[in-house]
T-cell receptor
Framework: GQNIDQPTEMTATEGAIVQINCTYQ??????LFWYQQHAGEAPTFLSY??LDGLEEKGRFSSFLSRSKGYSYLLLKELQMKDSASYLC??????????WGAGTKLIIKP | ETGVTQTPRHLVMGMTNKKSLKCEQH?????MYWYKQSAKKPLELMFV???????ENNSVPSRFSPECPNSSHLFLHLHTLQPEDSALYLC?????????????FGPGTRLTVT
């Protein structure tokens, strides 16, 4: 079956760095997405990786290893507004998105 | 108005009621989606429309009935729902279906079935 695993909840301190991991098992692979969802709001797109390596976008970076079925989202210089759920989703061979249950990130002052 | 809008934002209905959820996208996208989001569970894809034709129906109970009258509007008609259908219902759109396009989500309708 197809599956995405990510931690349920993480806690970090304002100003610090946090890494949210995601492992995937899909039938074929056409890339991996990260979305951010604040409580009560719509998910919003953060990143898309299809090639191995790290892609940096401001304070956020996303990494992909296709051979390991692994991705992470790296958040630097954490701010209180980064408190949200982070959703990992892999695109399978049929271009269907397989979603993880999300990681709730709690930022403490 | 821009992006993806959904109405109503909150809905409480009894199991014998009939109601409809509305989604509208102002992005000129060709694909639209309905998702169910329950606490601590992955997003569940319910329906996909591409150019107003349904291309995906993931074994959703018939008490959920989608309608896509044009590429900008999507409805989800609800009837004789069960308490376990209480969830956040999200609408999304993307440039095309079956491609590596990011999806744009609406704010969702929080549905409570009593």
């Amino acid at each position: 079956g197809q599956n995405i695993d990510q931690p349920t909840e993480m806690t970090a301190t304002e100003g610090a760095i946090v890494q949210i991991n995601c492992t995937y098992q899909t039938s074929g692979f056409n890339g991996l997405f990260w979305y951010q969802q604040h409580a009560g709001e719509a998910p919003t797109f953060l990143s898309y990786n299809v090639l191995d390596g790290l892609e940096e976008k401001g304070r956020f970076s996303s990494f992909l290893s296709r051979s390991k079925g692994y991705s992470y989202l790296l958040l630097k210089e954490l701010q209180m507004k980064d408190s949200a759920s982070y959703l990992c989703a892999a695109l399978d061979s049929n271009y269907q998105l397989i979603w993880g249950a999300g990681t709730k990130l709690i930022i403490k002052p | 108005e821009t992006g993806v809008t959904q109405t109503p934002r909150h809905l409480v209905m009894g199991m014998t009621n009939k109601k409809s959820l509305k989604c509208e996208q102002h992005l000129g996208h060709n694909a639209m989606y309905w998702y169910k989001q329950s606490a601590k569970k992955p997003l569940e894809l319910m329906f996909v429309y591409s150019l107003e034709e349904r291309v995906e129906n993931n074994s959703v109970p018939s008490r959920f009935s989608p309608e896509c009258p044009n590429s900008s509007h999507l409805f989800l008609h609800l009837h004789t729902l069960q308490p376990e259908d209480s969830a956040l219902y999200l609408c999304a759109s993307s440039q095309a279906e079956g491609a590596a396009d990011e999806q744009y989500f609406g704010p969702g309708t929080r549905l409570t079935v009593t």
